[in-house]
């Protein structure tokens, strides 16, 4: 189980972070992922992590602006979000990788095992 948090209203400009805990046995083993929905249009992936967290990957739309982590010991990962666009006003969802999956792979959304419940995060401009 995934649960996410940290949406809400955002300026543009702004710098939210989201977090999702992972309720799940082994989380060091599991490549994880933030993925996005803006209204209308279809679920993309943001940024994924590795599971030692040593590896990212961003989509350029963030790349630079955003930032994902992960703490295993807490079993957290978390996107913090700066430099906020209207663009980026969306649902956001946590996803996890099957477990011992490679990070790339993530990338395409049909390999995602496990999905969290969206947050909303809106920017006003």
């Known amino acids: 189980q995934l649960q996410a948090s940290g949406g809400g209203l955002v300026q543009a400009g702004g710098s939210p972070r989201l977090s999702c805990q992972a309720s799940v046995r082994a989380f060091d083993r599991y490549c994880m992922g933030w993925f996005r929905q803006a209204p209308g249009k279809e679920r993309e992936f943001v940024a994924l992590?590795?599971?030692?967290?040593?590896?990212?990957y961003y989509a350029d739309s963030v790349k630079g602006r955003f930032t994902i982590s992960r703490d295993n010991d807490k079993n957290v990962v978390y996107l913090q979000m700066s430099s906020m666009k209207p663009e980026d006003t969306a649902a956001y969802f946590c996803g996890a990788g099957k477990i011992d999956q490679a990070m790339g792979v993530l990338r395409h959304l049909s390999n995602v095992g496990y999905w969290g419940q969206g947050t909303l995060v809106t920017v006003s401009s």
């Open positions: 992590i590795s599971w030692s967290g040593g590896s990212t």
